[in-house]
Every structure is written in structure tokens, then in C-alpha cells.
């Protein structure tokens, strides 16, 4: 342990990171950089600065990375319609490797022997977290405290925090609240009353969603702006990445849209039971399909559908730093070249509904398209060979058969 001297650790302020801390700097007799990020979140987080101060951090880096996050992580996300197991919007999947890349640089910037996280033994975090990192920095060590310790459960981290004077804000109510995790994606919840899969999440828990009963009795009609397949303004309003995506959260939770409650598979093998709310991701969902569907070559678009499995299947596993993640998301980008336009889009009571879109890249043809008379713009006696070719097949198949 002593030829580690400097640590990088992934810092929250809350309770397991300033155990881990305290218990880094006891373990290993090491010097503790800190590093917080603001991925919008929501929380203040120079209260963070003053707690490691307080510990005897010299190196804290606290930094805003709301910008960065949105538009080189969330939007080329989006761009491939993400969906893991039909319904999760990899909101925590898509932070980590952001902050792996950050922790792997301040580690050089400082000179720290080693990266550290408080990530426990039993989810996918840990995964992430670590495959990010070697991938961007192969001699890196990394040290998981949650694989090392025996402070096993919240009464014993308190336990650590009394015994060395660790000051912890306890929170009135509820002993132990939900795991949450947030970002301007999402929010996770996980623990507690979800630890039964039969039980329906209180609604208090939710924080930035309205349940849909309780959502306005009117509809709202809102316009998405797309330029090569990122969302650029709001109802005619350009919005930085970042802006854009609060601006979304904000309208969509106030309809009672973004709720997921769902059985997963994590990739360390067990099932995990978590709630999640992606109000804005949820609409850009629905808008970027709306407007690949005018603008995307039909075997363009099918092959992104045939991919996507995969592609999100690496990010949720913590593969983002891999080639083929880096291979299926170029072929992404370079389908994105003519996804421009305007989509339309109705939100009520939980449901985002697409009325309308148009893009000067359109590839829908009205002449042909037209159940009216078409001038001659499509012989329909072509179908008949375009059939036969297609069924050939199927007929010999069928003539073997009845031999």
C-alpha cells in the first residue's frame, strides 16, 4: 500500500465518499485529490469544496461539466434512439465515462498514483468506472474501497463517521432514503420499499415529474429544431446542448412524462429493481425518430435498428471507451448528415405524441405517396415483378413441399 502516495478519488460529499476519504488517507497513507463534477445534478456544490477542506484536502477540483456532458455524451447517445431491455434511457450508464476521463486527467495533472470510487461491489458502476479508465489509462490503479473494506452497510459508515469525527448532515424522516443517482439525463432511485419488485413506489419519492393524473387537463404543443441530428432550439428559441435539455426536463415533468419502473440485468449478474425519471430524454426519443423517419434511407434507418441493441448493450456495460462502440458510433454520425428539420410534438398526461415534422432533406415523396392520381409518377404494374422476384423463394419451398 505504500507505494501508492496520491489518490484521485470521485467526490460527492456524501457519506461513502467521505468515509472513503478518511479511509484512504488511513489505509494507504496517502495524499486525497478530490474531484466533483456538476453534470446537472441539481445540488450546490461548493458545500462539497468546504467538507473536503475540512478533511484536509489540499488538490480539489470542482468543475461544470453540464456542457460537456450534453452535448459529446447525451446527444451522440440519442442519435442512435437508445434503448437498453426496451425501456431504460441509460441515464447513470452515460455519466461514467465522462467522469472516468476526468478523473484519468487530473490524475496526470496532479501526479496521483491511483483513482478511486465509491462505487459498491455489487452494481455496475464499479464496471464502468474501471473499464473507463484503463481503456484511457492502462497502468492506472484503482482502488474500489467497497471491495476492500468491511464497512458494510449505512449503521456501519455511520459507526466510522462518529469514531473519527467525520461530520454527517442526517436528514429527518425516513432512516434510510432511496439510492438515487442524478444528472441532467435523469434520476435513479433504487432501494428501500423497491427492494420488493411487488411494491409500488410511494409517489413522494418522484422529484421531477408530476404523476400523469395529476398533470394539466391540456395538451401543450411544443417544436424541436434538429441540425444533423441533435436537437438545437426549443419553439424556435436556439438553446446550447445543455440548456436545451433543462428546458425539456422542466416542461416534460410538469405533464407527468419521463416515469420508468423497471427490472433490469445487471451486467454482474444479478436483477436489480429501479425507478427512473428521463423527462426530457423521453420526448427526444420520441422527436429524433420522428425526424429520421422523413429523413433517413429506409435500409439506413433499418440497419441503425439492427444496431442499437448492441450499441446500448456497451454503454450500459461500461464499453464506451471501446472500439466497437467507437466503430458503430461513427457509422451513427455519418447517418446523421441529413437529419434537419422541425418535429411537432403534443405532450399530455404523461404521453408525448408526435404530430407533425418536415426537413428540406425530406425523402418523403407526395407525388408518389398520394392516394390521389399520381400523373404517372408511379407505374404500379411494377409491383408485380418486384413481387414475384421476392416471393421466389418461397414458392420453391412450397412446390418441394407438396412433392
Given amino acids: 500500500m505504500s507505494e501508492i502516495n496520491k489518490v484521485v478519488l470521485a467526490y460527492s460529499g456524501g457519506l ?13 497513507q496517502c495524499e ?8 446537472g445534478q441539481g445540488e450546490e456544490l461548493e458545500p462539497a469544496r468546504k467538507k473536503a477542506e475540512a478533511m484536509g484536502i489540499k488538490q480539489i477540483f470542482i468543475e461544470d461539466l453540464r456542457e460537456e456532458f450534453v452535448r459529446d455524451y447525451v446527444f451522440p447517445m440519442f442519435r442512435a434512439n437508445p434503448l437498453y431491455e426496451g425501456e431504460y434511457l441509460l441515464g447513470t450508464s452515460i455519466a461514467r465515462p465522462l467522469i472516468s476521463k476526468r478523473m484519468v486527467e487530473i490524475a496526470r495533472e496532479t501526479g496521483a498514483d491511483a483513482i478511486a470510487h465509491g462505487a459498491t461491489g455489487k452494481g455496475n458502476d464499479q ?3 474501471e473499464l473507463g479508465a484503463y481503456a484511457l489509462s492502462p497502468s492506472v490503479k484503482v482502488i474500489a474501497p467497497w471491495r476492500e473494506w468491511d464497512l458494510t452497510s449505512r449503521d456501519r459508515l455511520l459507526k466510522y463517521c462518529a469514531d473519527h469525527n467525520i461530520p454527517v448532515e442526517k436528514k429527518r424522516g425516513k432512516k434510510s432514503p432511496y439510492s438515487m443517482d442524478a444528472n441532467l439525463l435523469h434520476i435513479s432511485y433504487e432501494g428501500d420499499v423497491l427492494e420488493n419488485p411487488a411494491n409500488e413506489p ?3 419519492m418522484w422529484q421531477w415529474t408530476v404523476s400523469p393524473e395529476s398533470a394539466p387537463d391540456k395538451a401543450i404543443y411544443i417544436d424541436l429544431g434538429y441540425d444533423k441530428g441533435d436537437p438545437v432550439s426549443v419553439n424556435g428559441e436556439s438553446l446550447s446542448p445543455a440548456e436545451l435539455l433543462h428546458e425539456l426536463n ?3 415533468g410538469a405533464h407527468g412524462i419521463g416515469r420508468v419502473d423497471i427490472v433490469e440485468n445487471r451486467y ?3 436483477k436489480s429493481r429501479g425507478c427512473y425519471e428521463t423527462p426530457g430524454g423521453t420526448i427526444l426519443l420520441k422527436a429524433h425518430r420522428a425526424i429520421e423517419s422523413l429523413t433517413l434511407d429506409r435500409e439506413l434507418a433499418h440497419l441503425k435498428d439492427d444496431l442499437m441493441p448492441r450499441y446500448v448493450s456497451l454503454i450500459y456495460n461500461g464499453y464506451w471507451w471501446s472500439p466497437e462502440r467507437e466503430a458503430i458510433q461513427a457509422l451513427i454520425d455519418q447517418s446523421q448528415k441529413f437529419v434537419c428539420g422541425r418535429v411537432r410534438l403534443k405532450l399530455y398526461k404523461g404521453n408525448v405524441i408526435v404530430v407533425g ?3 428540406d432533406n425530406s425523402l418523403f415523396d407526395e407525388e408518389i405517396a398520394t392516394f390521389e392520381d399520381d400523373a404517372g ?3 404500379q404494374r411494377d409491383a408485380e415483378g418486384f413481387i414475384k422476384l421476392n416471393a421466389l423463394r418461397m414458392r420453391i419451398a412450397a412446390k418441394k413441399i407438396d412433392n
Fill in 16 to 28: 461513502d465518499t467521505s468515509v472513503i476519504v478518511k479511509w484512504l488517507q488511513q489505509e494507504y
Fill in 32 to 39: 486525497v485529490v478530490t474531484f466533483t463534477a456538476d453534470i
Fill in 127 to 129: 464496471v464502468r468506472f
Fill in 202 to 204: 410511494e409517489e413522494d
Fill in 250 to 252: 422542466k416542461t416534460a
Fill in 268 to 270: 454482474v449478474g444479478m
Fill in 357 to 359: 415534422r418536415e426537413s
Fill in 377 to 379: 409518377s408511379y407505374d
